[in-house]
T-cell receptor, first 113, second 124 residues
Framework: AQSVTQPDIHITVSEGASLELRCNYSYGATPYLFWYVQSPGQGLQLLLKYFSGDTLVQGIKGFEAEFKRSQSSFNLRKPSVHWSDAAEYFCAVAAGNDYKLSFGAGTTVTVRA | GAVVSQHPSWVICKSGTSVKIECRSLDFQATTMFWYRQFPKQSLMLMATSNEGSKATYEQGVEKDKFLINHASLTLSTLTVTSAHPEDSSFYIC????????????????????FGDGTRLSIL
């Protein structure tokens, strides 16, 4: 069965600084990988996805992620964070023909002024 | 595109009542929808997969008779929490997947899930 690990429960970053969120996955075949963001009391918004091809994926809001098969990782990055980036971030992997998503535990990002 | 609407966004009700939550795909037809439950400060847990015109597939440990799912049309799935009790209080989120595009045939879909804004359910 597939699984996702997000090692960092909480990250605090200064506004304007860079951000990197870690994600490691476990899946026997080629994974479909996603990053979602959730603001308090809201649903999930898709930031970006990886299916195949270029391992560096560009998403919305200035985020990017790099798929590294050798490390089973799909880390999310943003060069310069804004206060509005404070939220919960979830990495997810889709597997199987029924396309079920398995989510990581999430990383809470706090942005300080 | 690919907007999913969930209603209501917040509901408070007495213990023992049943609550229905609707999930609609507004600009696409969704043959498959998913229902998740999220506890405070935790990740999403898949409850069931809802397939249009057939019975839902429940994850292990989810009570089918407690959480009734109906996917009557290609744009609507409902989750009914029957005889709700305080322990059913949670944040429920649905998602819908855009179906395979023409020509994809039986290949695994590369379409992501799109999520509703969630329903905060509080049982008193």
């Amino acid at each position: 069965a597939q699984s996702v690990t997000q090692p960092d429960i909480h990250i605090t970053v200064s506004e304007g600084a860079s951000l990197e969120l870690r994600c490691n996955y476990s899946y026997g075949a080629t994974p479909y990988l996603f990053w979602y963001v959730q603001s308090p009391g809201q649903g999930l918004q898709l930031l970006l996805k990886y299916f195949s091809g270029d391992t560096l994926v560009q998403g919305i809001k200035g985020f990017e992620a790099e798929f590294k098969r050798s490390q089973s990782s799909f880390n999310l990055r943003k060069p310069s964070v804004h206060w509005s980036d404070a939220a919960e971030y979830f990495c997810a992997v889709a597997a199987g023909n029924d396309y079920k998503l398995s989510f990581g535990a999430g990383t809470t990002v706090t942005v300080r002024a | 595109g690919a907007v999913v609407s969930q209603h209501p966004s917040w509901v408070i009700c007495k213990s023992g009542t049943s609550v229905k939550i609707e999930c609609r795909s507004l600009d696409f037809q969704a043959t498959t929808m998913f229902w998740y439950r999220q506890f405070p400060k935790q990740s999403l847990m898949l409850m069931a997969t809802s397939n249009e015109g057939s019975k839902a597939t429940y994850e292990q440990g989810v009570e089918k008779d407690k959480f009734l799912i109906n996917h009557a049309s290609l744009t609507l799935s409902t989750l009914t929490v029957t005889s709700a009790h305080p322990e059913d209080s949670s944040f429920y989120i649905c998602s819908a997947r855009v179906p395979n595009q023409p020509g994809q045939g039986g290949r695994r879909s590369n379409q992501p899930q799109h999520f509703g804004d969630g329903t905060r359910l509080s049982i008193l």
